[in-house]
C-alpha cells in the first residue's frame, strides 16, 4: 500500500470515528431543549415524573412522557430510554442514548409547570 492510499484511508477512518464520538457525546446538546411538561389536547397539564424527562404531544394530543429527549419519526415518537439522554436524526434513522423507545403516559404526571 502506498503512502497516498492509506493517507485517504486514515483521513476517512479518522473522520468517521470523530463523527460517531461527537454523536455520542452530543446527542443531548445537538437540538434545542425539549420541555418536561405539556398541555393536552383538553389543556390539560402534564410533565415528566423523570426531572429530566420531555414531555411530547401524539397526533390526537395525547401528552406522553420519556426519561430522555426525542425525535419524531414519521409522527412517531422515538425517545432515549435513560435519564436526561440524548435522542438524535441519523441517516440510518433514530439514535438515543440507551436504545430508543415510545414515550409512555405512565411517565407523566398531572400538574403544572414549576
Given amino acids: 500500500m502506498d503512502a497516498r492510499n492509506c493517507f485517504d484511508r486514515c483521513r476517512a477512518g479518522g473522520a468517521l470515528v470523530a463523527g460517531l464520538a461527537l454523536l455520542a457525546g452530543g446527542l443531548a446538546a445537538a437540538e434545542p431543549a425539549q420541555p418536561r411538561c405539556a398541555k393536552d389536547a383538553l389543556d390539560e397539564w402534564y410533565c415528566a415524573v423523570d426531572a429530566r424527562g420531555v414531555a411530547v404531544r401524539d397526533n ?6 420519556s426519561p430522555g429527549r426525542c425525535v419524531e419519526v414519521e409522527d412517531e415518537w422515538q425517545c432515549s430510554a435513560v435519564s436526561g439522554g440524548g435522542a438524535a436524526h441519523t441517516p440510518d434513522g433514530p439514535v438515543c442514548e440507551g436504545g430508543c423507545r415510545s414515550p409512555r403516559a405512565v411517565d407523566c404526571e398531572r400538574g403544572e409547570p414549576s
Fill in 60 to 65: 390526537l394530543g395525547v401528552v406522553l412522557c
